[in-house]
């Protein structure tokens, strides 16, 4: 068998070598790598790793140096640290973790930072309160906001030590969030002494998606660059045409000094042909890097169904669109439900309204500061019921010893300090014994409690601990109201939690099933980075109601407005060219066959112009 490598297939220099050139202590050279979707960014980031850790083991262990690995999600590091063995000379992190690592211990450079911060804020805040005419929703909230940020700049000088956590809560009068943590990395690390802290510790620096680094961060990466180049390697993988998130620094690559390289990497690895083609023409309005498929890609199936159907109502249309791609594929696992193809919703609500979890999803999502914690799955009521609940439950469908294990390893009742000072642990274990029967009975026969009588159970027999915020709901009592007009937030986050209290436990148990990233259906944006063998996107202006993004105009169904006109001629980035990179990002998924579904209120409108733009052909696209 001929084994044809990289360098073979490719008509550039491979991109693999020319980064392990620059990956050099002696000489460093920056680079930046060009390489569409499935070119194997993170093939090339480890490959180049484990290079430069082969050649140099012994240098960067006798200098106590480590080559520092940035990744954009907790889910990207873990899986280059495991890729790299998890070997101590590489650090790899997420931007906030990194951020935390170089400014923590800062502390008086912090409060200074914070003081002047917070002096701006309020006088910002100040001046809008004065301009409102008359107290409303938004001049309380600022108000509040104006307080809260008054009372932390009277108390900063008491505070000595400053915490954060990047993966945590954040509270407390210390405690700093994720936004102050990069805005300050961004200011110090351009300068001594972070400056050189940095290129001490780490004289090489990869960032993964770079397209998608916060900006004034990567402008600060970028100034350490050209202040020791001579010492510093700055290595930049990522997509500008898979930049998705708002924060990312436009036109990076514009950025990029003459001297660094720029190797590039056009094969694409994951899609069929037809796929490569698609993607192709959808980047071509955007920029001039093309790709091309494996040698022997296999041909792959692209078809877009377009439908007038009203957003939100009848589900049953994916079902019987995923049949059809069952029949135009002849691949027999589209039509096995959902979870024989990855749906892409452009809204976490459109899975809960898919997976009928939209009735815990948003009164959670309604409130501002839960958002995060709902998204990331920390959120304390959510830990309860997914990480508490939930595996007592499924152990009781096993057996008594795995029910009384899962039960052993949760509950406080069972904690071996507890048990120690129980007087009596005999009448202690028939005590946990049967509130587990009272839980387990709430389910039987297929019954499916409210929320409520399950929080219920737990709290009157104490089998699990409940967050005080939900023990606060609960003697309020259930609730379907609207929320309550004011801009307290324990009051809303109680609020919250009465309306779930109201809810059937299966939704709390389909929100479980969506959290462990397991469930057939993910956003367009948090599919970055990730394959899939069959894909159905779905294109929804109207049930995602957002306004970052608009299919209707990218298929011409609506026209741009002149903001968005004036914005793509000054090559500034509009809906338009965001909407693109959003479709190109959840195309370029497929490994096998792609079906996009776009429902809009000109159904015909949209088939024209994908047809006119020649991204798809005529056979390509159902009316249905
Ligand atoms: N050198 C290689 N040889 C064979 N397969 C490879 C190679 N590099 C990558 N692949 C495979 O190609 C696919 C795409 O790789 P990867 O996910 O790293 O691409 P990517 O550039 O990060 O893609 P994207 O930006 O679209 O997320 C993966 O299935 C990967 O295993």
């Known amino acids: 068998m001929i084994v044809t ?72 590091r873990d899986e280059i640290a495991r890729r790299l063995e998890f070997d101590p000379l590489v650090v790899v992190s997420t931007i906030h973790a990194f951020s935390w690592k170089m400014i923590q211990g800062f502390n008086d450079d912090i409060r200074e930072w914070l003081r002047v911060k917070l002096a701006n804020d309020i006088a910002e805040l100040d001046d809008k309160i004065r301009r409102a005419r008359q107290p409303n929703k938004t001049s309380l909230a600022n108000q509040a906001s104006r307080d809260s940020k008054a009372r932390r700049l009277n108390d900063l000088d008491n505070i000595p030590t400053f915490t954060y956590s990047p993966t945590g809560d954040n509270r407390g009068r210390q405690a700093l969030n994720h936004t102050e943590v990069i805005q300050m990395a961004a200011q110090f690390i351009p300068e001594p002494p972070l400056l050189n802290i940095l290129a001490d510790r780490h004289p090489v620096l990869l960032i993964d998606e770079s397209q998608d680094t916060n900006g004034p961060l990567m402008d600060a990466f970028l100034r350490v660059q050209a202040q020791v180049s001579d010492r510093f390697c700055l290595g930049l993988l990522g997509d500008m045409m898979q930049r998705i998130y708002n924060d990312g620094k436009e036109r990076l690559d514009e950025s ?140 009781a469908q096993k057996d008594s010893f795995t029910l009384m294990e899962a039960v052993r390893l949760r509950s406080p009742l069972l904690d071996p300090s507890y048990m120690k000072d129980a007087p009596d642990q005999l009448a202690l274990l028939e005590k946990v014994g049967s509130a587990v029967q009272t839980l387990c009975e709430l389910f039987s ?93 779905i294109i929804n202006d109207e049930e995602a109601g957002g306004f970052l993004f608009s299919y209707d105009k990218l298929l011409g169904v609506k026209p741009a407005s002149e903001i968005d006109i004036r914005n793509e001629r000054d090559g500034k980035d509009s809906s338009l060219s965001r909407t693109r990179r959003l479709l190109y990002v959840t195309c370029s998924r497929a490994e096998e066959s792609l079906a996009i579904v776009v429902y809009t209120a000109q159904p015909e409108v949209a088939r024209a112009s994908v047809i006119e733009a020649e991204w798809l052909t005529a056979d390509e696209v159902v009316m249905i």
């Not at 490719?10 to 620059?22: L, R, V, Y």
């Not at 002696?26 to 960014?41: D, H, I, T, V, W």
């Not at 500061?369 to 019921?385: A, Q, S």
């Not at 609020?495 to 259906?521: I, K, N, Q, V």
């Open 5 to 76: 490598t990289e360098i073979e297939m490719d008509d550039a220099p491979s991109a693999d070598c020319i980064i392990e050139q620059c990956l050099n202590l002696e000489q460093p050279r920056s680079f930046f790598l060009y390489a569409g979707a499935g070119s194997g960014k993170t093939y090339s980031l480890v490959m180049a790793v484990k290079s430069l850790k082969d050649r140099e083991r012994q240098r960067l262990t006798f200098e106590g140096r480590q080559i520092a690995i940035i990744t954009y999600t907790n889910a990207a």
């Open 256 to 395: 990029i000094p003459d001297d660094w390289a720029k190797p590039e990497k056009r094969m694409n690895r994951r899609c069929p042909t037809r796929i490569v083609d698609l993607i192709n023409v959808i980047r071509a309005n955007a920029d001039t890097h093309q790709q091309k498929p494996k040698p022997g890609a296999i041909e792959g199936t692209v078809r877009m169904f377009c439908t007038q159907q009203a957003p939100g109502q009848d589900f049953s249309l994916e079902a019987r669109i995923a049949e059809r791609m069952a029949e135009v594929t002849g691949d027999p696992t589209w039509a096995s439900g959902t979870a024989g193809r990855k749906t892409l919703i452009l809204e976490h609500k459109m899975a809960g309204r898919r997976m009928g979890f939209e009735g815990v999803f948003t009164p959670l999502y309604n409130v501002d500061h839960l958002r995060t914690g709902l998204l990331d799955g920390t959120l304390p009521i959510l830990k309860l019921f997914f990480e508490r609940v939930a595996p007592i439950l499924q152990a």
């Open 445 to 537: 026969n297929d019954h499916d409690p409210l929320i409520e009588a399950v929080a219920q159970v737990l709290f009157e027999t104490s089998l699990l601990d409940l967050p005080d915020r939900l023990i606060e709901a609960m003697l309020a009592g259930a609730t379907d109201e609207a929320p309550p007009e004011t801009t307290d937030r324990e009051a809303l986050e109680t609020h919250a939690y009465r309306m779930l209290l109201g809810r059937p436990y299966s939704e709390m148990a389909a929100l479980a099933d969506y959290a462990d990233e397991l469930s057939p259906f993910d956003t367009h944006q948090g599919v970055k980075g990730l394959e899939f063998p069959r894909v159905m996107v």
